[in-house]
């Protein structure tokens, strides 16, 4: 039978980096007998250009009946401006709640071959791998009542809501557990629990699920120790698992313990496995166009989405290798050029994965 996949590109270096992905998965497509079929729609300022608004709804059911979708990155400056409600983010926002994408990926994964792109020491990341599971759709990112009011005195106040339901805090511990038991079968659960009731529930619901994932180990951490123990010895870390703003924050530094944000890919997943896979990075308008943007960040989106959602994880390990041997190569695009290693743009980087491809 087969599968649907669908392709959007967005703007600036969206379209150059997803089109070194496709040519990739076309690749093991054939190579592999995968049976994909692609389908491609507008997203972002693209979408505003040609049809008035970030993500139409006939996208968003097209979608719907895909098993999973390939995203490049949306926005740039020629939509800064525009009313807020039709911005090019709008667009991921809406496809993230309209499927229900409720558990974000985010591995942190360093190449050997790039331990010296880390701003931090070698010994103290070489051979990270960390995964952090961030809640995506709730928490104070969603709560109600939210806004800015004026006071009886005058003074404006602004407020926003923490609340997470023990269903929603049981649903991405257990895609923790889950993911945990496929790796190194260590959960540490980040919290605020001495100062956030939400969070002391967050706690117990992880407590009363460990349970029934004997064979993974549950700690937990308040969220200041974590931001800690990431810089000081992240290496310590298997599958990270916290709320919605907890996770924004911690995926961003464990991204920069890897030195290149070019390098990271994410996926975010619903209940029935369907899921939408991006780079980590944005749209990254001052290069676009230029040919020089790195595109294994999306290649690896691509196998990712080619693990979780389409069980295939031949052609998913066949990918990622092909990445190690180009970095093995010493091939490098600008944002991860060092000494000694041979600059690339980013068709030629997206040739030499297709060539090291089994
Ligand atoms: P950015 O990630 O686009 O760029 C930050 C820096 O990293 C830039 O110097 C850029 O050149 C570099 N960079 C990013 N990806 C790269 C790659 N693949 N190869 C080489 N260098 C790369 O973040 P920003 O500059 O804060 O945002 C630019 C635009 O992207 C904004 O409009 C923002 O709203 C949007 N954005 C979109 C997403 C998304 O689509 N998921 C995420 C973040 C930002």
């Given at each position: 039978?087969s599968k ?5 590109p967005?703007?600036g270096?969206?379209p ?7 040519r990739v998965?076309e ?17 972002g300022?693209?979408?505003?250009d040609?049809?008035g ?14 098993d999973a979708?390939?995203?490049g990155?949306?926005g ?6 525009i009313d807020?409600a039709i ?7 809406k496809?993230?709640?309209q499927?229900g994408?409720y ?11 790039l331990?010296?792109a ?6 103290v ?9 961030r809640?995506?759709?709730?928490g104070?990112?969603?709560?109600e ?8 005195n005058?003074?404006?106040e602004?407020?926003n809501?923490y609340?997470y339901?023990e269903?929603e805090?049981?649903?991405i511990g ?12 260590k959960?540490c659960?980040v919290d605020?629990?001495?100062v956030l009731e ?15 994932y004997p064979d ?12 800690m123990?990431?810089v000081?010895?992240p ?9 919605n ?21 994410s ?8 899921g939408?896979?991006e ?8 290069i676009?166009?230029?040919g020089?943007a790195?595109?294994l ?5 691509a196998?990712m989405m080619?693990?979780?959602?389409l069980?295939?994880?031949e052609a998913?390990?066949?990918?990622d290798a092909a990445v190690g041997?180009?970095?093995d ?10 000494d000694g290693t041979?600059k690339?743009g980013?068709?030629a980087m997206?040739d030499?994965v297709?060539?090291a491809l089994p």
């Open positions: 039978m649907k996949v669908m392709i959007l967005g703007d270096i969206g150059e980096i997803v089109e070194q992905a496709c998965l690749s093991v497509n054939t190579k592999f007998n995968l049976g994909l079929e692609f389908v491609e729609e507008l997203i300022g693209a979408s505003i040609a049809h608004e970030p993500l139409t709804d006939a996208a968003v059911e097209r979608a719907r009946g895909c979708i390939l995203l990155a949306v740039g400056p020629k939509w800064d401006t807020r911005r090019p983010e709008r667009g991921l926002l496809i993230r709640s499927l994408l558990a974000n990926l985010r591995p942190a994964l360093l190449y050997p071959q331990v010296e880390s701003s931090l020491k070698p010994e990341v070489s051979g990270l791998d960390i995964l952090i599971v809640e995506l759709t709730g104070i990112y969603f709560g009542p939210r806004g800015i009011r004026t006071l009886e005058g003074e404006r602004g407020f809501t609340k339901s269903s805090i049981e649903r257990r895609t923790a557990f889950e993911m945990a038991r496929k790796r190194d079968k959960v659960s605020k629990a001495n939400a969070t002391i529930l967050w706690r117990e619901v992880m407590d009363r699920l460990a349970p029934e993974v180990e549950l700690s937990h951490m308040y969220v200041d120790n974590a931001a123990q990431l000081r010895a290496k310590q870390f298997d599958v990270l698992v916290t709320g703003m907890f996770g924004d924050i911690l995926s961003d530094a464990a991204a920069m313990l890897t030195g290149s944000i070019g390098m990271l890919p996926a975010s997943l619903n209940e029935q496995g369907q939408m896979y780079p980590c990075h944005g749209s990254a308008p001052d676009a166009g230029q020089i790195n595109p960040a999306t290649i690896l989106s196998s080619l693990r979780y959602s069980a295939e994880t998913a390990d066949a990918i041997k180009v970095l190569q010493g091939l490098r695009t600008a944002d991860i050029v060092t041979e690339v980013t068709q997206g030499a297709l060539k």
